[in-house]
């Protein structure tokens, strides 16, 4: 017997009893479903991260702070050090700032091809044109970061004159027009310098930039603009205000692979600093997505398994009403081997057929869920919640059609040994 | 007169073992020669089905050798053996055994698929088939249609789309009216001195194995008595 009439002959077989065929199609249907939106999930999600990555920065960057021998929290008060300031994070959290003396001390560390303090500006409003005063954070930009802008350029490093990419929601307040009319105005920034006053100073928006989720919420200067702000910020400052920094940026040549990055984290780390490349920051977020894929699918794959059974049973049934037919076909020479081959394939086709449908519904309601997201999760925009990638939706259907082959072993075995003669006899 | 084309020596089948051993062959000796028409008759339990299951190679004897057309057929494989029962012979049952979805064309041409001819060769031999059997306008019905003599036509068409040797019927007229099973038989010999085909009946209708060259009577797993052609 030919394989293509065998794989025919399996695939008409299959549907002789429509019913039972359609509800073990079925629960192999809901099984490859919830795999295949689990894995959609999972795959939108961390898609849209791997997107944004852009944003936030760069992968030949790796951000370097000193390293705080915090004692865990409940053994008593911590003792006091002139230099720990307020970090990010809930209130109360701190970190040991980087001095001059520190950037130095990092910059020969072998392996830093380049540092640059983050310096932090705390700008008090923005203004436009004598208009309201509107709060702004301030970001820093990393060279090769890429913000998403809905209008303009990215701003210019190496400019002279002070500029600045503008999120879209502030254009509206600052009765800037539309995204197009913003490009080229000039805007107010102020902020209190050490002595207590507020000066101000002019930055050239040159960018508007969509809403991001990692990305920053703030204000994108260049450095001109950062220069600015930050040498307005320390006049009449002390001078060890002025020089302590929360954090700073630590550029190293990425393409000696991840062994060399981790051989240059361990000399920081030597030097008593901690150095956090962005990869590793988002690393934990898309681990943490990975694992809550991976519960899901447990759950899936249960329900697979279960359906596995079914098709046991359904081929066993198969098997069963065709006791006959198969004995008069190995009377007619068919070899055990083909038998079995008819029956196992007959499984996998229903598994074929039922993952097939599972992916592609799964698939259609990614894109229906897709068209809603956007009102549903307005904070995410970009974010397709369901995406699909070829390959793991192919992973999916050839997983299932392998668990329906082993289902179908049994009952093919059977059949296969089964003696024509008993088969063929009738009372 | 030329070698037997199947030739069974000291024929020996027991069924199970130890005590509970049911022997349904004793050493039993038998020659068919080409183109003959044998019935093999008897009452049930004398070991007439189990005679034609060795013949037709769907079993193996416990003791003896069954030569055909000189070849010992104990030494075939699986293989072998498949091969033989495909191309050599055809099979008529009593009950038929159509597959009652497919249609005519598709039951007809199961033995060519079994043996991996194409389609088009597949469709052209079963059309074939069915015309000689002047069931060609049936060929697109689904076999369950069909009247119970068109249904052992059928059977025919099938056991004979291959070109066998030898057909084996195992009561091809049990489930006909008197008729009917009449146009069966009519059938049956009427390929059997044309083509030349072997027929091995078994039966219990004594006008069938009277139509036939010869009557081998099994009786306790022995040939009771039977007509000897000449040697």
Redesign the interface.
Known sequence: MRAVDIVGTAFRNAFRAKLRTSLTVLAIFIGAFTLSVTNGLGTGINRYIDDTVASVGVDDVMTVTKASDDEAAGDGPAEYDPDRIEADGPPGTTAVALTDDDIDTIADVAGVLEIEPVKDVAVDYVRHDGGDRYTLAVSQFVPGMEVELTAGDQVDLDADDPQLVLPEDYLEPLELGGAGDALGRTVELAVTDGTGTQVTTEATVVGVAEPGVIAMAGAIPNDALTEALYDLQSTGAPESETTRYGEASVWFDAGAGEEATQALQDRLADAGYTAVTLEEQLGTITAVIDAIVLVLNGFAVIALIAAGIGIVNTLFMAVQERTREVGLMKAMGLSNGRVFSLFSIEAVVIGLVGSALGALVAIGVGQLVGGVSGELLPDLPGLTLLAFEPVTVAAVVLGVMAIAFLAGNLPALRASRQDPISSLRYE | MASPLISVRNLRKTYGSGPSAFEALKGLDLDISEGEAVAIVGRSGSGKSTLM?LL?L??RPTVGTITLDGTDTSRLS??Q???????TFG?V???F?L?A?ATVLDNVT??L????A?RRERTARGMAALAQLELDDKAGNRANDLSGGQKQRVVIARALINRPRVIFADEPTGNLDTATGGVVEDILFDLNRREGINLVVVTHDDDLAARCDRGVHLRDGLVAAREEVAA
């Open positions: 299951h037709a769907l079993d699986a293989r053996l498949n091969r033989t029962r495909n191309s099979f049952f009593q009950q055994f597959n979805q199961l033995p698929k079994i043996a991996g194409s």
